[in-house]
């Protein structure tokens, strides 16, 4: 029964941590930047994202960010952009949405659509997928 016992407690331990979800820094929002990793900021009045082409190698996950961490974010690509289905990471981050880039053999020029869903302001900024 003892044994019985600790296998619960380490099975509902296991269990609690794969169902908790760590909500991720918005990298936007902070002067460290992002480093290497493909980041889109997109500014909260959705008049501007940075960079204007994103560079994203494949099998690598892009992130898409408005600064400030409020707004409602949709992402829209064309059906021929090498990309894996998006990932809107729920309502509690809907100002952070993330996408993988599909494997390609040589690089791969698209536009993309960002929208507030809020104001329904939209911007069209370029992504390239690099092998």
């Not at 900021?41 to 082409?53: G, N, Y």
């Not at 400030?68 to 974010?73: A, F, I, R, V």
Request: net charge negative; aromatic share 6%; proline share 4%.
């Amino acid at each position: 029964m003892k044994y019985a016992a600790i296998v619960l407690v380490i099975i509902g331990a296991a269990v609690g941590c794969a169902t908790m979800r760590s909500k991720e820094a918005n990298p936007c929002d902070s002067a460290a930047g992002h480093g290497s990793h493909a980041v889109v900021c997109i500014d909260a009045s959705f008049t501007k994202v940075d960079p204007e082409v994103v560079h994203v190698r494949s099998n690598e996950w892009l992130n898409l960010y408005i600064t400030g961490s409020s707004g409602d974010l949709d992402v829209q690509f064309t059906a021929d952009t090498p990309l894996h289905h998006a990932h809107h990471l729920g309502a509690q981050d809907s100002h952070h949405y993330k996408i993988q880039a599909k494997e390609v053999k040589e690089s791969v020029h698209r536009k993309y659509r960002v929208i507030d869903r809020s104001s329904g302001r939209e911007i069209d900024p370029e992504v390239m997928i690099d092998p």
